[in-house]
Structure formats: structure tokens, C-alpha cells
């Protein structure tokens, strides 16, 4: 991921996140250089505090090679500093000014990985998280794509039927396909169907991203909620999503889908056509604390993803790491996004190029 700081002449600086993942970490340099070389000129001289103006002019500037992908990701974690900086310049959270706070703290759901290979090590990581006060817990994707949830019908139930045993009736279980196997429409209907006899809150990701008309007629064919959107960019590509009302949940992350300028806007909609919306997240605390200003400010939020499986960038990257409580996050309440970063693990986790 890239981690992006903003230096305003009065002293205040701001810090961001995009969520820019790739195997051998070309996408984040990448996203450095669209920003050193590309939007940082665009951003000298601006008055910090004019956030949608901002994004209008860089999105604009990066329009021949953007919309969505790199430039975006770039975008986002600039405007997730911006917001940052204008709370610190007044003094108040940053859900504050998106709108203001309907809750002080948010439930969140355990985002932890399959084992198809080892059930009851899937189910002993459950438990201990069940045992920690979460009452949600998505399992999603697996350990290899060569050993991945989705490749064996009979399997991928027996391993949801042994965690509704194990975990009981009172825990949220949600599944993750995820992209290491993309089913074709036939057959996530049926795999929906198999699921929903133990339950399952929602299934996730199941179809190609590309496609929002397949996941619409899944939606419309399944009793199991049908969840994603992690991978589509600004309100322009979410459009689809929404007015075909093609999944019952929409995850957009704030760190690549172009800021808490365009998640707001996306809340938005999705409030406008009654979809259910609950931001992913599953790289740092910096998008964690983006996420919960979020949250705060949304009239209907009621669940957050935490990612679960250890990462120094969730455990030590800010000075008072989240923790959640009977499985609820507090929202911070300090001005912007209410973290300070922990400079030696920036130095410790900081590629050098």
C-alpha cells in the first residue's frame, strides 16, 4: 500500500492511504509516481480545506489515463489527507464534517482467511475470535489459490456446515469467494442455495467484478445476500451497480475507490436506492480510521469489516492500535481521522526505491 503525507505551509500535515496491492509491489510505485510527478504540481499553492474542488481538478488532470485503476488510487489517498488536514486545521473529527455523527462506535465483523485444508484450524481461528466478543466473522478466499474456497462444491459446504456447527446460530458467518475462482452464474444460484441452509449471512464476490448484470440476476435468484464492489472506482462506476440494484451490499474502500470525497457519495446513493452498504477494508489502520469516519457520518451503517490476519500495518503502524471491544470498534473522536502514525514502524515497513 502506499502511504501518502500532505505538508501545508501552516504546519499541518496530513496523512492517506491507497489501498494499492499487487504481488511484486508494482502498483504502489506505480501510485508514487502518479503522485510525485503527476498530481503533486496540482497541489501546491491549493488551499487544503477545498476538498471537492480538488478532487474535481485532479481527477480532470488524470482523466486521459484514469477514471479508474492507478489514477484513482492515487486520488484516494490524497483526498483521505486533505480530509485529514481539514480536521486537524478545525479541530474536529473528520465524520464531524462529513455531515456528523450517528454513532459513536460501529460492530464489526472478524475478516479472516479459509484453511481448506485444515477445518479445524479454520475453526479454532473462529472460535477464538467468537471468544474476543465478535458476534460477524467472514471467512473468505483461502490459503493458496491452488487450495482456495470454491474449487470443490462438496468441500466449500462441508466447511460451512462444520463452522455453523462449531460456531452455533448467534454468529454472522459470511463468505468470501473471493478471486481465486470465479463461478459462472449457474452456478453460484446453486451454491447460494446449498449455503443458505446453514444461514449465511452474505455470499461475496462469487462472478467476475466486470459484470454487474450477472450479479444482478444472481441477486434476484438467491435468499443469501450477494455482496461486492471492492473492485469498482468512483460514484460513475458505481452508478451501475446501484440503479441495477445488482448485489444487496456494496463494499466500496475507501483507499482505491477515490477517497472519502467519493465514499460519501456513494453512501449517498446507496441510501437514495435503499442497498445496504459496509466499506471494505483489509490492508491498514489508516483505511480502518477512514472507514470509521465513515460510518460515523452514514445515517444507515451497522457493520465494518477488521481485518483479522496479522499485519504490522494493522497491529503497529499508529501509536494507539484498534482493538475492538465485544466486537465493536470505537469511532475515533481526535480532530481528522483521529490516529497518529508510529514513525518507526513507517520506517520499518518503508520500501526503498
Known sequence: MVLVGVETDEGITGIGEACALSEKGEAALAVKDVVEVGLRPYLVGENPLEIGRIWEKLYGYSEWYGRRGIAIYALSCLDVALWDITGKALDVPISILLGGRFREKIKVYASILFDMENFDATVDNAKSEVRKGYTA????????????????????????R??????????????????????????????????????????EEPLPQEDPDAYAELTRASDVYIAAGE??????????????????????????????????????????????????GFSSAINVAANLQLVASMPNAFLLEFRKTPSPLISRLIKKPFEAEDGYLKIPDGPGLGIELNESTVEECTVKV
Open 137 to 160: 466473522i467472514k471467512f473468505g478466499w483461502g490459503q493458496t489459490q491452488e487450495t482456495s474456497f470454491g474449487l470443490d462444491a462438496d468441500k466449500d459446504e462441508a466447511i460451512v
Open 231 to 280: 473492485g469498482e472506482y468512483t460514484r460513475y462506476g458505481f452508478r451501475d451497480w446501484i440503479t441495477k440494484r445488482a448485489v444487496d451490499i456494496l463494499q466500496p474502500d475507501v483507499t482505491k475507490a477515490g477517497g472519502l470525497t467519493e465514499a460519501r457519495r456513494i453512501a449517498d446513493l446507496c441510501q437514495l436506492w435503499n442497498i445496504m452498504m459496509v466499506p471494505h
Open 162 to 203: 462444520t463452522l455453523r456447527e462449531q460456531l452455533g446460530d448467534k454468529v454472522d458467518i459470511m463468505v468470501d469467494v473471493g478471486r481465486f475462482v470465479n463461478w459462472s452464474i449457474g452456478y453460484a444460484i446453486k451454491m447460494a442455495r446449498r449455503l443458505s441452509k446453514y444461514n449465511v449471512f452474505w455470499l
